[in-house]
């Protein structure tokens, strides 16, 4: 990854700077959520700087609107709050150096420090969206990094978080996918990755630019048909605002309160199952749950085996597995997952392994010679 600089603001030792931000902006009603959001979701406390990954999209600039106008609210007394935006251009579309050029003109009027990187997705093989989005993530971690900056922000909103919801309900996901995306997760040993914007609507955000009289670009490939959330964009949420105007809005309510309940089973999963590494456990005690939780400690055991087995895994793989941990049979049984993993039943334990457990694979559910002593 190239890295170049347009604006690079002071480094970690710098004090911290407010933007300049206009009036209009700083009473805007969505600046008190988002302030909300940032420390009670976000865990954003104190002071400090912190990078706003800024496309040059209305969502992003918004969000540098917010988190400027959130630093500018704060009495001379309180920990400042810095925002700094750093722009990655993946150069993989014509404009690409006119949204970088756009970004940089904002944050000059703003007063808000810029940090440019060059990213090319294009020249590393597989997956070209896996490849930007990691090389995104690296770039914004980088820029975090040289300003000593503790949380990266981005700005996904209540739409992009109804996609995912969406995605994960028709896709048969459990409370681990319907709890879409989390306000904050590590994106490094040191730094959080954080989203204040899950359930603010994309229209706020147009609206918070408007009162601050600065436009926007336009991605189209994000209503690109061809890809999955792009037909979504383009045909599925429209109708659905059509039916429910406030659908996004609902939607990322439920995903929290999904999430709440994912952190709870977490936390029992724990209790149960141990350490999400260990993958034997003593038949006897998981005969005793129920079936929801007896699936789940054992999806979230073989995540941490084959991450790659996460979205095929499905209730048909799951239910013969309960079963036979339950009946009163003591031969030992394989059954075949996704991600080359195999569970085996044996009379007094579960076992999880990664490509056979040395009785050799005789097709899901099968018995096995030699029964334990």
């Not at 700087?49 to 007394?77: F, T």
């Not at 084959?306 to 339950?326: F, G, T, W, Y």
């Amino acid at each position: 990854m190239a890295a170049a600089a347009h604006r690079e603001g002071g480094g970690p030792g710098a004090p911290p700077a407010k933007a300049s931000v206009p009036l209009a902006v700083r009473r805007h009603p969505i600046i008190r959520e988002v302030s909300r959001r940032l420390a009670d979701h976000c865990g954003v406390s104190g002071g400090g700087r912190i990078v706003i990954g800024v496309s040059g999209g209305p969502d992003s600039v918004g969000l540098l609107l917010a988190v400027a106008a959130v630093g500018a609210r704060r009495g001379s007394q309180e920990p400042a709050l810095e925002p700094v935006a750093a722009h990655v251009n993946h150069h993989l579309r014509r404009s690409a150096d006119a949204d970088q050029e756009f970004v940089s003109k904002l944050c000059d009027r703003l007063g808000v420090a810029a940090h440019i990187r060059d990213v090319w997705p294009d020249r590393e093989p597989g997956n070209l969206a896996a490849n930007a989005r990691r090389l995104r993530y690296d770039a914004l971690a980088d820029v975090a990094r040289s300003v000593g900056a503790r949380w990266v922000a981005v700005a996904h909103h209540a739409e992009d978080q109804l996609e995912t919801l969406l995605i994960a309900l028709c896709r048969g996901a459990g409370l681990g996918g319907l709890g879409g995306m989390p306000f904050s997760r590590p994106l490094d040993g040191e730094r959080m990755l954080i989203r204040p914007l899950l359930g603010v609507p994309k229209s706020s955000l147009c609206a918070l630019c408007r009162a601050a009289e600065v436009g926007w670009r336009e991605d189209p490939t994000n209503e690109d048909p061809s890809t999955l959330r792009g037909r979504l964009r383009r045909d599925v949420l429209p109708a659905l605002a059509e039916i429910w105007p406030h659908a996004a809005m609902r939607g990322a309510a439920a995903a929290e309160v999904l999430d709440m309940a994912r952190g709870l089973l977490q936390q029992r999963l724990k209790e149960i199952f141990g350490d999400p590494a260990l993958s034997c456990w003593p038949r006897a005690e998981l005969r005793k749950l129920p079936a929801m939780l007896l699936a789940a400690g054992l999806r979230r055991a073989a995540v941490e085996i084959a991450k790659d087995a996460a979205e095929s895994l499905v209730r048909a793989h799951m239910e013969p597995v309960a079963e036979a941990i339950r009946d009163d049979d003591l031969r030992p049984r394989e059954f075949q997952w996704p991600g080359g993993l195999v569970v085996v039943v044996r009379s007094r334990t579960v076992e999880l392994v990664k490509g056979g457990s040395g009785f050799g694979v005789r097709g899901s559910g099968q018995s096995l010679p030699n029964p334990e002593p």
